[in-house]
């Protein structure tokens, strides 16, 4: 098998930056991680909140530290940095080689999709985000490795993607129409999404928008890992 | 503009697990670093020096700390961590958007190859790999940020690649090739390179290898961010 994640990220019109932290980390027991932060409102005051967030998250993962373990640790680092007066919605996701599972953390009211044997899955249980209170609970699941395993996590933007003209984005139905022609293509998945949403915006963000798509594959004979990033200046 | 990086890396031949670490974190001001680090040996040990050190340096990239000062960080912190026993080599590629340069630390004594108006500089001046002693100091360079500047950086299995056969990898001259063919294209050189070296092992590395690639280039009119990882598991 092999492990494709691709991400595409982009900021609400007319601000220096996007609110959104996307970051990654390997796993010191195998792996990898993703964690993606929004903060609460937009531009530079976002930005501290979501890069704080993910950072203190990454840190621990990168020691070993368990996928919820981290997410508390990171709700209670931003309810004590900040007296409970700012909140950030959090996921997490890894490929934990260790028990051979993905990992899914959320603590993001906005939904989140698994494709399991070629079905879709939309989690939205309710869940609290990070750094409003103590005792925040994130919701985990843990799915065992297996070819055709995906996922596609996003921030709130993407939802909002259209609402300005009255014509919301439906990212469930635009993930079930990539299924239907393809197996996960995470790299595809993720451009396709984000264009659609800007589209829908008129090329004008009303939010920042972050999008990850993590997909199970079978693997071919390449060995080597790979990576390759792309950044606006 | 934009940044463009692309990386590529392999594990040394029936080894369970590379012995480099890469690892990528946002910088909190503003632009994105690499790290790149060879621990001592090959396989398990060899990733636990690299993985702590890499962590360190990161940890500190992440919180604003300076380039230079991260790996002296580093250093110091693999000294004191196993007593000047053990050794690593450390590269650090930045794009810093605060001095909108490119910053490159080297504490590593294999070359990095620098690109500028189509011209290419070897920076091969001796420098100490971190963790043997105190008092390491990295060769540090920055160079403005503009449209066809670019950095290949790699460990030394790259340069080890064909040994066995006494025939080994000329990484300048394909470096060469490669740029008299085409503009610098990160993800196409990363594994070019990759894949040559390879070849040049029969397909069974002799060393772990990661080649990191960066280059400045125009910018279209995509204001999105992307990310692409593959990785085998």
Redesign the interface.
Known sequence: ???????????KYATS??GD??????R?C?G?SFVMVDGQRSGKSAKAIS?VVA?KA??LL??GVRDGAAARAASDYLYTYRSGKVLATLNILS?D?LSKTMVVVRNNPTPLILIQDGRIEVLDDPVDPVGIRRQIQPSIKEIP?APGLAAVVYTDGLTYAGDRRGKRMDVVGCVQDLLAEEAPN??RW??HL?KTA?KLDEGRPVDDISILVLA?LP?NN????????????
Chains 1, 2 share one sequence.
């Open positions: 098998m092999e492990a494709q994640i691709a991400a595409a990220k982009v900021g930056e996007s932290t996307l970051e990654m980390v390997e010191p195998g990898i890069n950072r990454i840190n990168s020691e490929v080689l490795l995470p790299e993720a451009n984000l800007i199970i693997r390449d060995e080597s890992r790979t990576l390759k990033v792309r950044m606006p200046l």
